[in-house]
């Protein structure tokens, strides 16, 4: 089954069920001074679960783009290391607003991972809320009662709070999941141990697929739960992990979700992806993960820029530009050329960046050769600074030295944390926020000279939509659009 097969049987599967499919909201999260990018498939969907706002249909599906490299869910460190987080990821999901409840998402969800996508019943492991007394919050028999006969009690984990509950904030909606969790192993491995045995331990064939969310509680400001007087269903199933469970991959980036980005990679880099070299490897994924990020921000209107948001996406960028150059021997604008390719693989499904695929490449040439240009120079002082700090008995490149790199050179602080790190080195992230104020204040006291270089930051942590730059191309992105 391809990967754009298995979406659409998602879908299909959710409308068959009276579902009403939605186009997935912008990676800018609108309107929402708590949130920088959407995260969750149900962040677009917050007001109805709150109360506020009455929802097109009691039940709606799709696919949501998500990024994860700020705030409480921040995976950007893993993202190459490991095969499985990545920083753009598409989030499936189900909604029940008020209407059906665990049993209906329950079967549902085993109804099509094991009927529609055939994934063998004997490798999957479902958890329940265990309970914590401390915290006044009950097991959830209820899912566990619905789950036994489905699986069996040995199939079943019981969870603690920071892995199968789920609160929105102190206050608010809040209640137990469960999650489907996926053995991937070969059938010696499973021999030697238990799937069981893995789940939640970081195994990277041992992975978490599918989040079901079951809201059935209001904390009030006291600490007590009170019931909601509407249950509501907020499900999330990664994309890419259900395509590798599916495909029958080790690892997300052998799917052909990444397999046409990586083979531009190979013949950009003359190197093949699984050759063996480590290094090379982290790098081809990367740079096949951090494209996605940064190409469909740019389409849903964030450029990069010195500005928080904007400065996010300029550092997924140059992650992804240094991991390039320094082990793929790629110097010259690469990442732009990646673009086509992925904007036809999702011309269907996520139009928008098809629409735009020319002011994106554009956006990201400009960025890679205004980065290129310092980024050699950079790395030999880099180098030069940490030859230096081998004969000294400290392993930590000071603030003043991190600052230097990113005023003169554009390296972002985590990246020549990333850099250092490669070297078992750390960095003086308090040092290098001291220089970097005093910088500021330098400049504003003289606004005149240096107003092009620094962006004052807003006040609060608002995170303004900056709009899409051709509103033609986004006729087709009406809110709660039928596809
Ligand atoms: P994990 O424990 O693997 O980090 P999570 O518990 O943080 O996942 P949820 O918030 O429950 O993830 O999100 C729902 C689903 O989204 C997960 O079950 C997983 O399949 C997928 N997912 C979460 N984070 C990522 C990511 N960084 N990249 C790809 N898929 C992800
Ligand atoms: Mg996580
Ligand atoms: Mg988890
Ligand atoms: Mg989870």
Not at 174 to 196: F, N, Q, Y
Not at 241 to 264: E, P, W
Not at 339 to 349: G, H, I, N, R, S
Not at 366 to 393: H, M, V, Y
Request: net charge negative; charged share 25%; proline share 4%.
């Amino acid at each position: 089954m391809t990967s754009h097969e298995i979406r659409r049987h998602f879908l299909d599967f959710f409308r068959s069920k009276q579902h009403l499919i939605v186009a997935s909201a912008p990676l800018v999260a609108k309107n929402d001074p708590t949130l920088m990018f959407n995260n969750s498939g149900m962040a677009q969907f917050k007001d109805f679960f709150l109360g506020n706002g009455t929802p097109p249909s009691k039940r709606v599906a799709d696919t949501q783009k998500c990024l994860r490299v700020s705030g409480k869910h921040n995976d950007l460190e893993d993202v190459g290391f490991d095969t499985y987080h990545h920083t753009m990821f598409e989030m499936l999901g189900n909604w029940s607003f008020g209407d059906y409840f665990k049993k209906e998402a329950i079967t549902w969800a085993w109804e099509l991972l094991t009927e529609v996508y055939k994934l063998p019943k004997d490798r999957l492991y479902v958890s329940v809320f265990q309970g914590d007394e401390k915290d006044n919050v009950p097991f959830d028999q209820e899912a566990f009662d619905l789950w036994k006969p489905i699986v069996g009690e040995d199939r079943i984990i019981y969870g603690n709070k920071k892995d199968n509950f789920w609160e929105m904030g102190d206050t608010g909606p809040c209640g137990p999941c469960s999650e489907i969790h996926v053995d991937l192993r070969s059938p010696e491995e499973v021999a030697e141990k238990p799937g069981k045995d893995l789940v939640n331990a970081d195994h990277p064939q041992v992975v978490e697929i599918w989040n079901l969310v079951f809201m059935q509680f209001n904390r009030k400001a006291d600490g007590s739960l009170d019931p909601l007087p509407a249950r509501h269903v907020d499900t999330g199933m990664g994309f890419e992990r259900l395509c590798m469970a599916i495909q029958q991959k080790k690892s997300n980036y052998d799917t052909d979700v990444f397999s046409g980005t990586i083979h531009v990679i190979e013949e950009l880099s003359g190197l093949k992806y699984g050759a063996g070299t480590g290094m090379a490897d982290v790098a081809m994924r990367v740079i096949s993960d951090h494209i996605r990020a940064v190409s469909f921000a740019i389409a849903d209107g964030l450029v990069p820029s010195n500005s928080k948001a904007g400065y996010v996406i300029r550092r997924i960028l140059r992650r992804a530009i240094r991991y390039g150059y320094s082990y793929l021997n790629l110097t010259e604008p690469f990442m732009t050329k990646l673009v086509p390719t992925l904007a036809m693989q999702f011309a269907d499904v996520f139009p928008e960046l098809n629409a735009q695929r020319d002011f994106v490449a554009t956006v990201i040439r400009e960025e890679e050769i205004a980065f290129l240009r310092t980024l050699g120079t950079g790395l030999g002082r880099l180098d030069q600074i940490i030859g230096d700090l081998a004969g000294k008995d400290t392993k930590e490149i000071p603030g003043e030295t991190v600052f230097e790199l990113n005023d003169t050179f554009g390296f972002p602080a985590d990246l020549t944390a990333l850099i250092a790190r490669e070297k078992g080195l750390t960095i003086d992230e308090a040092g290098f926020q001291k220089a970097l104020q005093e910088q500021k204040a330098r400049s504003r006291k003289d606004a005149t000279s240096s107003a092009g270089d620094w962006i004052e930051l807003a006040e609060t942590d608002k995170v303004e939509f900056v709009g899409y730059d051709q509103p033609e191309a986004y006729a087709h992105i009406v809110k709660y659009r039928k596809i």
